[in-house]
Structure formats: C-alpha cells, structure tokens
C-alpha cells in the first residue's frame, strides 16, 4: 500500500482478507481471497496510473462521473503525463484463472478414463519396500491353442516350466530347501467377525458375507507360518422370512415367529454348528465394558495333521452379545448404537486378553472390527508387531453424527474401559470417533510407519490417496490375494466357444430367455449394494436393451441396503411398464439368495461391475475363469482381467458415471466377435498364484521385526497356559440408554427406501437419499425441541433453507471481506486507529 500506513492496520487488512464471515470450504476461501488480492491490486494501480494519491478520491472522481452531487471535494483530475497504465499487471489479473483451467484440461483430456483390456498386458503389483508381484497368464489350452494366441511369448511372460501341471500353485522352497513355513519364524495371531472354522470332525462352521470371509477361510488352510485365529460365535440358528428378512432367536420368539416387517412367517434355519463338545475349554476372560462385568468364555481347536511350522489353532468366543448376530448381520450396526459400542469394545478387549495369553510375534489386523485391541495388550506385550491389511478401507468404524467431547468423550471411554486421555489421542479423528485410528497410531508410534498394506496394489495406491487418515504413511503396500487353480472350471474335451454355446442355450430356456445363439447375455450377480453400483445398472437397463436388440440381461441377488431396493424397485417397473413387449425374453430378475446353475458364468459374454469401491474382487475372477468379459469401473482391484473400463473421476456425480457405464457397454457389443473371442481365451488365462501370496505374506512379517530369527525366539515371552476353572457365567447387558445421535440401521433405511420409492416411483436415488436425510434431522430436530433447527431443516421453493443460508454466505463473503478492505484502508489513511467519530471527515463509502 502507500507509504505511511501503520502496521495495525496492514494486519487489519490481512486479518479481513483471512477470516470469511461464513464458514466455506478451504479451496473456495482460497479462490476468493485471490481474486480479491488480484483486484484490489489492479484498483491501486489504476489509482497510482491516473494521479490519484488515496482511494477516497477515486471513489469521489467515480461518483463525479455519473452523479452531479459528488461526496466531499471534488478531487484533482490526472496530471497530463502521469505514470502509464499497468498493461502487465491488468492482462496477469485477467489470465490470473489460466494455470488451474490449464490443469484441469489436461487431466481431463489426457488421463486414461476409458480402457480395453484385452489381456495381452502383464499386471504388476506392488508388493511395498518396491518389490513386484507379476499376475501372470495361465495357459492351458496346450501348444496348439498358444500359438493361436499372438502376443504371448512364455519366456517373456516369465511363466512357470511347462510341467505338465501348469496353472497349480507351485511351492516356494528358501534356499536351505525347506517350506518358509517350516521355519516356524512367526507366531501370528488374526481377529476377524467373518470365519470358516474348520473343526476337529472336519466339517467347517462358514460365518461369511464377502471377500473378507474368503480371504480369512484360505487363510485358515494355506497360511505360510504358525497361526492362531480368534472369532465371536454367532448364532448357530436364525429365522428368516420368505422375503429375506432375518432374525435371531430372541427377536422371532418376540415378535410371534411372524415377521414384523412383511408379515411372513419365520422358518428357522441352521446358520452354524461349533460342535461346542469337541473343542477344549480354556478359562473364560472377566471384562468391563460400560461400568459392567462381563463374562467371555473361551473354546479352542486345532486343525489336525498340520506340518511341522504350519500349526492352525482357533480360538472361538462365546457371550450373550456375539450370539445376538445371525449369519445375515455379522456385523453390528449403526455405530451409534450403545449395544454396537458395548460390542465392539467387548470384541476388542477380549481379543486383547487373548494376545496377552497366546502371546504372538504378529498380529494380524484386517480392517477396524479388531483395530483397538492391541492397546490392550501393550502393556504386557511391548514388543507386538502389527500389521494392519485393508479390506474396506471405506469403511472405518466411525460416527458421523456427534463431536466427541465432554459428556460424550466421558461415556465412550467408559463403554471401551478406557481413560478420556487415550480416548481422545488415539479413538477420535477431526472430532469424530473412529475404531481404525488406534491401529494406524500403533503403526506411526511403535513401529515407524511399516506395516500396513492392502489387498490389491491398485486399492492400495486408492486408499493412499483418498483417506486422509492413511496420509501420514509414506506409502500402502498391495498384495493381491490369492485364487487358488483348483477354483478354475475345466473344460474337459470341449472347446471354451463350444461350452459357451451349449451353456447359453441351457440357461436361455431355464430363465425364459429367447433362444438365440447370437445374443449377449450381461449379468450382475451378488449383493445389491451401494458399493457395487447396482443403481447404475439399473438406470441404463432400458437404454441398454432399447439400443442393442441383441442384449440381454440378467440380475441376480438379493437387495442389502437402500441402493439395492432402489435397483429391484425400478428394474421390476421397467418390466411392468413394458406394454409394447420390448423386453420380453431378454431380461430376468431375480432379488433374492438362489443357488445359481453351475451353467451361469459359462453362458454370461460379459459380467456387469460398476463398483465405486472394490478392493480386491474375486467376482470378476470366477467369471473370467469362465471365458466372460468384464464391463465396469477400474475402482481399487477391478481391471485385473480382460473386459472395458472406465475410470470414475468423480464417484459422486451420477450422471457422469451412467455416460461411462452406458460407454463401456457400448464399445463391448459393437467390438469384433473375433476380438472378444481371443479376449476370453485370454481371460481363462489369468491366474493369482498362491506361493507368491505367501512370499509376499512372509515378507510383510519379516519387515515388522527388526531382530533376527533366533533373537525374537529368545524375546518372545512364552504362552501363558489358561487353567480351566469353574466358569462364571456369561450375562448380557441391562437395556441400553443412548447418549449419541442415532443413525438409521441398513434395515431402517430399507424401509425408508421403499416408502420414498412407492411415494415417487419416479424419484433418483439422489433426491430418495436427499429426502431421507432431511426427514431423520427435521425429526432430531423435533424431539430436541430445537425450533430454529426445525425453520432452518424445512424447505423453501425446493430448497432446505439452510442451503439458502449457506448460500447467502458463499455470496456475502467476499463482499464483506471487500467492505472489510475498504474500511480498513480508509481509516489507515486517516491514520485513525479507532472508528472515526462522526463529523470527522470520513467519506461515506467509507462509512
């Protein structure tokens, strides 16, 4: 500014340039305090260039121009050869926008959004401390049909020797010739909900809901190293109703074995069979869980003729609270639940009283469910290491609904039987609570920052940089999973076009399909949930069957949240709407669990996967290993077989990620048969070995330990040995009184789906979503009696008026950060440092 102004108000200034009088996001506070310094220099300058020496006289020469009764004196006009313009300086301000728009075009034009896979490409993964993984093709077709295949040169795929049993995991050997396991040289100890546990008859009790609950099941046979694996029993019956809603014993014996949702009646069904008399007892653990004793009893069992380094122990959990879970609800939820919390506090600290009894080198932490109980163990345990495997990442445990703080921070750490201290260091990110930050606070404070890592290399790079609460690490080492050659459907004498052939024709008349040889049968089977992008699918149904008479589609599974109901709702309208007959025999649906023909995945030329989210998928693998293409998202694991992808820059605009789906559908119908042919001999060929999955397993354990082998044998405290005793018994809980904002349950926001649906059958899922959010905070709002919550959560001319205040804050921000300027530098002038009396010569504006 000019010469002579003090430094106060040069900090005045300053200080209205930096403060916004409405809060807004840091990347808009950014732009407008720019697009105010670039201004307010260009202002200066223009009053230098034509003479003016304070901003009261341009302002005064302005108003002399078009009102005849100028504020105060009129002002000198420009002396005739007076400083020029600043030409320079106006074109910068105007081009100051240029770089960012620069950016953008270039990210958006040349970053690869779209892509064909058409499987002559060697994926490599990152394995973390830059090793490789490399996915390599699984011939099988013998010589004939690889040299059919251009592109695919066995040396330079650096694949296994032709052995005659190529495709089969081979075993990895260490240079003293011995299995890696064999050693012995880590005791692992893995917590997870979901479970396959093999029991002492052999018989297996499968508690599972996804890609966790495989990955743990293989984990349970193919470890690499001695392993004990604890779990929480569910309970071993649930009711059901014809329409797929679950209940535990309790609740059907509550509600009169009549669904209270739909009215069915319940059937009881046989979840899980612990076979509770073969397995040993060990002495329950006595815990405190929200001011109240509790009970955990212990059983444990070992999978027999296990070799020697490769022993197998589970460690199954019993209480009241465990067993209120069915197998359609292993995991609890809303997280604002009391009951959730006394859950998962329960589950966390007796996993902790196990590490102190059991006493590993490692434990094995996958996602947040288990993330809390090393703390518990640290005391006795110093020396744990703990390696942290992302399944979810997306989801962290966390509560979204309250500041934790006082009253609140005070009875969260009384349900986790922890100080407020550790509570609020270690359990609390930005405010909110969140179960996965204790791990990653092990792994900062204790273990300098190694030991976390993800299922696929790609999910890891996503999580990476997308999380915030992963930033402080260097990097996320990827590991893809495993799937094991045996998984892989033969052929037998029959050619992969003839099995397709056949298995078309079979599932085209067993769903009422037309028969048709030339025909594209797309499938979607599993979950219908939000994460795999169900509602997409049902959005461009109609266009896609409209725009390709050859298609035709197929929709298996049941609805698991809002997004699924959503997904059956309007794909079961399309077919009633459907007057003209444009779909008959070439769509099937069907929302619920059914056990589909082994024919399916032979007969599908393409499986439809628009996932936002998916950290691994084994999905996309069974299918390809069938000769079908993929159509979807490049999201975390996907794009690791032959299909069309796109890249979705931006998950949360749902129009833009229809155009790519409808896009990637597209170049898969109009491509050459001849191509799609080669493409499915290629998918087959894929393989994710086994023995590098251990490798790499192995490698993760030895970067958590700094000393050698033979000194962490001598560190290693032994196990301490549980002597059984009369158990207690195990009570549940009193009846829960919350103390957090409630968020809805997934079979609450069910509900609320269906009646939004039925209300307004033509409503988006955006504006569904909208609505039931405004409903649940105008209803907090209600019964805390909070008026001006309720005006502000009601709508005006379409628009919550709380929007409407947002934006009038987005509008009056950088006006008055601009009065803010004026003011300041008027006074500053003046060289007043209080407000200016009246009378004192000020200039209106100013005023």
């Known amino acids: 500014f000019q010469a002579g102004v003090p430094d106060h108000v040069g900090t005045a200034v300053i200080t209205s340039l930096s403060v916004p009088v409405f809060p807004i996001p840091r990347t808009q506070t950014y732009l407008s305090h720019v697009t105010l310094k670039a201004m307010f220099e260009l202002l200066l300058h223009a009053a230098r260039a034509s003479g003016f020496g304070r901003l009261n006289d341009l302002v005064n020469f302005a108003f ?36 960012a728009m620069t950016f953008w075009l270039l990210d958006h034009y040349l970053r690869t959004r779209r892509r064909v896979d058409t499987g002559n490409s060697v994926r490599r993964q990152r394995m973390g401390s830059g090793t490789e993984m490399m996915v390599r093709p699984f011939l099988e077709g013998g010589p004939a049909e690889e040299e059919s295949m251009p592109g695919l040169d066995r040396e330079e795929l650096d694949l296994p020797p032709d052995d005659g049993n190529r495709g089969l995991p ?3 050997f260490a240079p003293d010739g011995k299995h890696p396991g064999d050693r012995g040289e880590h005791e692992v100890m893995l917590a997870a909900l979901e479970h396959v546990v093999i029991l002492p008859s052999g018989t297996k009790a499968k508690v599972t809901a996804g890609g966790l609950g495989k990955v743990v099941g293989l984990i349970a046979e193919q470890h690499p190293t001695n392993i004990t694996m604890v779990h929480p029993m569910i309970s071993e019956k649930s009711w059901s109703c014809p ?13 009169g074995n009549v669904c209270h949702r ?26 405190t869980v929200d001011g109240s004793e509790q009970v955990v009893q212990v059983y444990r069992g070992e999978l027999p003729n296990r070799p020697q380094g490769r022993r197998v122990t589970f460690i199954l959990l019993e209480h009241p609270i465990f067993e209120r879970r069915t197998k359609s609800s292993i995991y609890p939820n809303p997280m604002t639940r009391r009951d959730v919390l006394r859950f998962f506090a329960l589950w966390n600290q007796a996993v902790g009283h196990v590490l102190i009894r059991k006493r590993p080198t490692v434990y094995h932490c996958p996602d947040f469910h288990a993330a809390v109980a090393p703390w518990y163990a640290r005391q006795e345990l ?80 996503e999580c990476h940089s997308i999380f915030s609460i992963f930033w402080s690490f260097p990097c996320i080492g990827g590991l893809d999973n495993p799937v094991l050659a045996d998984e892989r459907p033969q052929l037998g004498s029959a ?34 949930v939000r994460q795999k992008g169900v509602d997409l699918i049902a959005d461009v ?9 050859k298609a035709q589609l197929i929709v298996i599974g049941p609805p698991s949240d809002g997004f699924g109901v959503y997904a059956a709702q309007k794909l079961t309208r399309m077919l009633e709407s459907d007057t003209g007959g444009r779909y008959q025999g070439r769509a099937y649906f069907k929302f619920e669990f059914v056990a589909v023909p082994a024919d399916l995945k032979f007969a599908a030329d393409f499986c439809l996967m628009p996932s936002r989210d998916e950290p691994f998928g084994y999905v996309d693998v069974e299918f390809a290993w069938h000769g079908a293409l993929l159509i979807g998202a490049e999201a975390g694991g996907l794009g690791k077989v032959p299909g069309f992808y796109y890249r979705a820059q931006n998950r949360e605009n749902l129009a833009r990620l229809r155009r790519e789906l409808h896009w990637a559908v597209r170049k898969a119908m109009t491509t050459d048969p001849q191509d799609l042919s080669q493409m499915q001999v290629r998918a087959r060929q894929v393989y994710f070995p086994l023995d590098l999955w251990q490798e790499g397993l192995l490698k993760a354990y030895r970067d958590l330990n700094p000393l050698s082998i033979d000194e962490l044998r001598e560190t290693a405290p032994a196990p301490i040995e549980a002597e059984v005793e009369q158990p207690p018994t195990s009570t549940d809980f009193e009846a829960p009184v919350e103390f957090l904002k409630q968020e809805l349950s997934e079979e609450e926001l069910t509900d609320c789906m269906n009646d939004k649906i039925v209300a307004n059958p033509n409503a988006t899922i955006t504006d569904i979503l909208s609505s039931i959010g405004v409903d649940q905070v105008l209803k907090q709002e209600e019964k805390l009696g909070n008026s001006w919550g309720v005006f502000l959560t009601k709508s005006t001319l379409g628009l919550v008026r709380v929007h409407w205040l947002v934006c009038i804050g987005y509008v009056m921000s950088p006006v008055a950060s601009t009065l803010g300027f004026v003011m300041c530098t008027e006074w500053g002038l003046r060289g007043a440092i209080g407000k200016p009396s009246e009378g004192a010569g000020v200039d209106p504006v100013a005023l």
């Open 541 to 549: 149904a109609p266009a896609l069957l409209d725009s390709y008479p």
């Open 170 to 172: 081979m075993p990895s």
């Open 243 to 255: 329409a797929g809603h679950f209940y535990n014993g309790p609740d059907a014996e509550a509600h």
């Open 64 to 99: 002399s121009v078009t009102n005849p009764r100028p504020f105060g004196s009129d002002p000198d006009l420009p002396a005739a050869g007076g400083p020029p313009w600043p030409k320079w300086g106006i074109i910068l301000c105007a081009l100051w926008v240029v770089p």
């Open 495 to 528: 050619t992969l076009p003839d099995k397709k052939a056949e298995a078309k024709a079979a599932i085209q008349r067993q769903y009422g399909l037309t028969v048709d040889p030339e025909a594209k049968i797309l499938v979607s089977l599993g979950r219908m």
């Open 262 to 287: 739909c009215g069915g009646s319940l059937k009881c069904t046989q979840d899980a069979n612990y076979q509770r008399e073969s397995l040993i007892r060990e002495a329950p653990i006595v815990l």
């Open 382 to 461: 110093p020396n744990l290491r703990v390696l942290l495997c992302l399944h979810n990442a997306e989801y962290q445990g966390s509560i979204s609904t309250d500041q934790l703080r006082g009253e609140t921070l005070t009875e969260m750490a009384k349900i986790w039987n922890l100080d407020e201290i550790t509570m609020a260091k270690h359990m609390i990110k930005e405010g909110r609570f969140n179960m996965l930050k204790p791990a990653v606070d092990y792994l900062l404070k204790f273990q300098k920052k190694r030991g976390i890592y993800a299922v696929s290399g790609h999910y890891a790079a």
